[in-house]
């Protein structure tokens, strides 16, 4: 089943109308696809592949990441003459889901606080932030900062 995802920044971060319903139907895998390079007729694309759910563990048990949606692989269309093939290369070692990661703004932001904070829910409170924002971003600059 394919499903697209709602317009709204945050309610994208839960999935598409309806998901949980459709998540608690998935018997195996749910992947989130998201767009890396726009497909394009004739040009092909490229569009990371994460780990929603794993119901058996069948793709996560292949894969160490913290982060919240493993990255499972890159599906990529790749001119071939006339046609289009596809192809899905599996992660490289250490390579995270994009997704998982603040943006360079928001880490900015976080670096430049005044005493350094201690947890995300400090950053949250000071900067304002929901805190789904503050947690992810708190993450990925305590991590840059190692």
Known sequence: MIDHLAKGSESRA??????????????????????????????GGRASLAVH??????????????????????F?????????????DAPADGERNPNDRA??????AVAQLDPT??????????LVWRKDRALRTFKTWREEAR
């Not at 598409?16 to 459709?22: I, N, Q």
């Not at 943006?103 to 900015?108: E, K, L, N, S, T």
């Not at 904070?117 to 000071?126: L, M, W």
């Open 117 to 126: 904070p201690k947890t995300g829910s400090e950053v949250a409170k000071r």
């Open 103 to 108: 943006p360079a703004a928001d880490v900015a």
């Open 53 to 74: 759910k794993d119901r058996h563990g069948g793709l996560t048990k292949h894969r160490a990441s913290k982060d919240r949606e493993p990255l499972a692989g890159t």
């Open 76 to 88: 990529r269309l790749v001119p071939n003459g006339e046609r289009l093939t596809w192809e899905v």
């Open 14 to 43: 839960y999935g598409a109308g309806g998901t949980m319903a459709k998540k608690r139907a998935a018997g195996g895998v749910s992947l989130r696809v998201t767009v890396l390079e726009p497909f394009v007729p004739g040009k």
